[in-house]
């Protein structure tokens, strides 16, 4: 077996084992959740956000211990895009998924927020140097940020405004089994993909940005879009919206801070680009909520639904528009490498 196809079939099964180690973590922390009566759009924006983040988060951290800053900064800004465009465009052609007002006015915004701190925390006043820096520092202002999501979502939950689920028959022995072997699998699986991605890179002399948003950003969101049909297809359209808008936070506070903690970050000015398709497409879900129950009549969405109303709905043709889109900045990417 030559090195070059082993590194392929290392980083294949790496990449499996980070899919079935986020599936168990998931069924385990749902059970935990559900034992102690949380909502299901708390779940799905904490418990299983956190879950199906688990990937990014080891392979950032691994990133970060061997300074491939591109792969770390590449890997949330694609893994976010590939959460909004295959994500929510696979679920939302499956069926229409509601969106509740909640995530509209606190979610959305922090993940927005998230988008322009990463440009603010490593850019220069005045000027744009060809790398930018995420310090120590920066990472601890999007820990605290992060910190600051978990809060609202618990305020939410304390005061009563999010719906209770039903009940799940799982043993609490057999819950924290799962969890753990999930979390095993997720840290064995990152070990397999990081160290077989900048291999790959190597080998076929492109740079680490374009292996980050491309074969490991799509590896690591594999969680959410699995974790996001499965919920759809049980008619759990909370789970399904909470964990890739959940995810997407999470990625940004929780994964890169904690990765730029570690140790600085250093990534390529031209990821800028991303960014502002990372924002487009964020910007582009919200208004395709708005105009989901009523197609494009304005009139009647306003009369109807209000600019913040319960039952904002992404529809099959915003779906379909967000697939296109993801495809067409991947076509993008590889024309740019």
């Not at 920066?138 to 609202?152: D, R």
Request: with cysteine.
């Amino acid at each position: 077996m030559s090195i070059v196809f082993l590194n392929y079939f290392l980083f294949a099964l790496g990449f499996a084992l980070l899919v079935k180690g986020a599936n168990w973590l998931i069924d385990g922390a749902i059970a935990l959740a559900r034992r102690f009566k949380i909502s299901e759009i708390t779940i799905g924006l904490t418990i299983v956000a956190f879950g199906t983040s688990a990937p990014e988060l080891v392979v950032n951290i691994l990133s970060s211990l061997r300074t491939s800053g591109e792969l770390v900064v590449g890997n949330i800004v694609g893994s976010n895009i590939a959460n909004l465009g295959l994500g929510l465009g696979v679920a939302g052609l499956l069926a229409p998924l509601v969106v509740k007002k909640s995530i509209i006015r606190k979610e959305i915004p922090m993940g927005i927020l998230g988008i322009i701190l990463i440009y603010l925390l490593a850019a220069h006043p005045g000027k744009l140097p060809e790398i930018l820096t995420i310090t120590r520092f920066g990472g601890l202002i999007l820990f605290l940020g992060f910190c600051s999501f978990l809060y609202f979502i618990w305020k939410a939950e304390k005061e009563g405004e999010l719906p209770k689920p039903e009940k799940i028959k799982m043993k609490l022995s057999f819950a924290i089994f799962l969890a753990a072997i999930g979390l095993g699998g997720l840290a064995l699986g990152g070990e397999l993909v990081v160290g077989n991605a900048i291999q790959i890179a190597e080998n076929w002399g492109v740079s680490e940005k374009l292996v980050g948003l491309t074969l490991v950003a799509i590896g690591t969101s594999l969680p959410e879009l699995v974790t996001s049909v499965v919920a759809v297809r049980k008619n759990k359209s909370d789970i399904a919206v909470g964990n890739i808008v959940g995810s997407n936070v999470f990625n940004i506070f929780w994964v890169l801070g904690v990765s730029a903690m570690i140790a600085p970050i250093e990534y390529s000015a031209s990821l800028i680009v991303d960014l502002a398709v990372l924002f487009a497409i964020t910007i582009f879900f919200v208004l395709a909520t708005f105009l989901g129950k009523s197609g494009f009549n304005l009139f009647f969405w306003r009369k109807k639904l209000g600019v913040f109303g319960r039952e904002n709905i992404l529809n099959r043709f915003g779906a379909a528009i967000l697939l296109i889109a993801y495809f067409a900045y991947l076509a993008f990417v590889f024309w740019r490498g």
